[in-house]
C-alpha cells in the first residue's frame, strides 16, 4: 500500500546549482551582487513585521509592476517566483487525464516536473540545429488536447531567444484557444532588437502570458516573486490556483523597492552583456560550441564531456551546471569571475 501517487516515483527533481564555499559558482544564472541598500533597507522594515500575515492581494506590488509596466493592475499575477506562475498556469489550464502541456526540449527543467506533478501529459518538441525553438514544429504539434503552450526567450538552458515575426505566426497559427505562456525570466538581458517581446502582443493574443521574475537580473533570486502579465481573466484565474499568501511581506517590499531603485539594481546588466560576448567568443576560439546567447548564460553543446567538463570546471572550483550528455550552462558573472571560468575551460582535455 502506498500513502502517496505512485506516478510521483518516476518523477525528476529539481536539481538546483550548487553551492561550496570558496569556489566561484556559475551555476544557477543570479547576479553576484547584494541587493542594494535601499532594498536591503525595505527588506528589514518589512520582516519587522514578520509576526503579521502578508496583504494577500499584493496590492502595493501589482500596483507598482503595472505603473512600470503601463498596463492595467488587473493583468498581473504574482506569485512565489515565476516557477510558481508555470505551476499555476499547469493548474489553470489542465483538468483533464488527456490534457498537455506542450514546450520545446530542451528547455527549462522545471517545465516537465510542473506538468507531470499537475497530473498533466507533457509533449515535447526537439530545439532546431542552432538550439532555438522550431516554432513551426511546435506549431504543429498542437493537438485538440494541447491546453498550455511554454514558449521560453531567451531558452534556459541555450540562451538563444525567439523573434518578434517568429513569435506573432506562432500565436496566429496556434490561435485563440490554447493559452500561451513566453518566460520571459531573463528579458532585461536582451539586446538583440529582432527578439520577441511578450508585452506588446498581449492586446492582440487575450490567449498570451509573460511571465518575469526578480530573481535573475533584480538579483532577488532568495525572495522568491515573479508574475505573470496576461488578459485580466487569465490573470484572474492565475491567482485562484495560488496557494495563499505565496509572496510574503518581506518579497512584496523587497520588490517593490527594487523597482524604485532599478537603475541600481540592473546595474549590472550592461556589464554581463558586454561579457558574455568576451566569454562566448574565448570559448569558440578554445574549440567549444556556443550558440549565441541574449541571456547572462551560456551554453556549451559538450554531448558525452558533459560530466568530464563539469568535473573538471570544479577542480578549478568554477561551479557550473551540467545537463549531461547534452551540455553545460554556464552564468557570466563579473569579469574576474569569468576569467576563472575560461582559464578551467581552456584547459579542459576531454
Ligand atoms: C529562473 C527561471 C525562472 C524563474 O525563477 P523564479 O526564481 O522562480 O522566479 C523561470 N523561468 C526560467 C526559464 C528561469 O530560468
Redesign the pocket.
Known amino acids: 500500500m502506498t500513502l502517496t501517487r505512485a506516478d510521483l516515483d518516476s518523477l525528476p527533481a529539481y536539481v538546483p546549482g550548487r553551492a561550496i564555499p570558496g569556489a566561484v559558482k556559475l551555476a544557477s ?1 543570479e547576479v553576484p551582487l547584494p541587493p542594494t541598500a535601499p532594498v536591503l533597507a525595505a527588506i528589514a522594515e518589512a520582516a519587522a513585521t514578520g509576526n503579521r500575515y502578508p496583504d494577500m492581494a499584493v496590492a502595493g506590488l501589482t500596483a507598482r509592476i503595472a505603473g512600470s509596466l503601463g498596463v492595467d493592475p488587473a493583468r498581473i499575477a504574482t506569485g ?5 506562475i ?1 505551476q499555476q498556469l499547469v493548474q489553470a489550464t489542465c483538468h483533464e487525464p488527456s490534457d498537455e502541456v506542450l514546450f520545446a526540449w530542451r ?2 527543467e ?1 517545465y516537465p516536473i510542473l506538468t507531470r506533478i499537475g497530473g498533466a501529459i507533457a509533449r515535447t518538441v526537439p530545439l532546431d540545429g542552432e538550439l532555438r525553438h522550431d516554432l513551426e514544429a511546435m506549431a504543429a504539434a498542437v493537438t485538440p488536447h494541447t491546453r498550455l503552450v511554454m514558449v ?1 526567450s531567451p531558452n ?1 538552458p541555450t540562451g538563444t531567444v525567439v523573434t518578434r515575426t517568429g513569435m506573432e505566426r506562432f500565436l496566429a497559427a496556434v490561435g485563440p484557444d490554447v493559452l500561451v505562456a513566453l ?1 520571459e ?2 528579458h532585461e538581458y536582451v539586446t538583440d532588437p529582432d527578439a520577441a517581446d511578450g508585452l506588446p502582443l498581449l492586446d492582440a493574443h487575450p490567449n498570451l502570458v509573460v ?1 518575469r ?4 537580473a533584480y538579483r532577488l ?1 532568495a525572495l ?3 508574475y505573470g502579465v496576461a488578459a485580466p481573466e487569465v490573470a484572474s484565474a492565475l491567482r485562484k490556483v495560488c496557494a495563499p499568501f505565496s509572496v510574503s511581506a518581506v518579497a512584496q517590499a523587497g520588490a517593490i523597492a527594487a523597482l524604485d531603485d532599478a537603475d541600481a539594481m540592473l546595474s549590472a546588466c550592461a556589464e554581463v552583456v558586454t561579457e558574455r560576448v568576451r566569454v562566448r567568443a574565448a570559448l569558440l576560439d578554445a574549440g567549444f560550441r556556443v550558440p549565441p546567447t541574449q541571456a547572462n548564460f551560456v551554453w556549451l553543446a559538450l554531448g558525452e564531456r558533459t560530466a568530464a567538463f563539469a568535473a573538471h570546471c570544479l577542480e578549478h572550483r568554477v561551479i557550473v551546471r551540467p545537463f549531461h550528455p547534452e551540455g553545460a550552462r554556464v552564468t557570466i558573472s563579473n569579469p574576474e569571475e569569468n576569467d576563472a571560468f575560461l582559464a578551467a575551460a581552456r584547459t579542459f582535455a576531454g
Do not use: M
Open positions: 544564472n512565489c517566483g515565476s516557477v510558481s508555470c528547455s527549462f522545471a521560453c534556459n518566460d525570466a531573463y511571465l521574475t526578480f530573481s535573475k533570486a522568491r516573486v515573479g
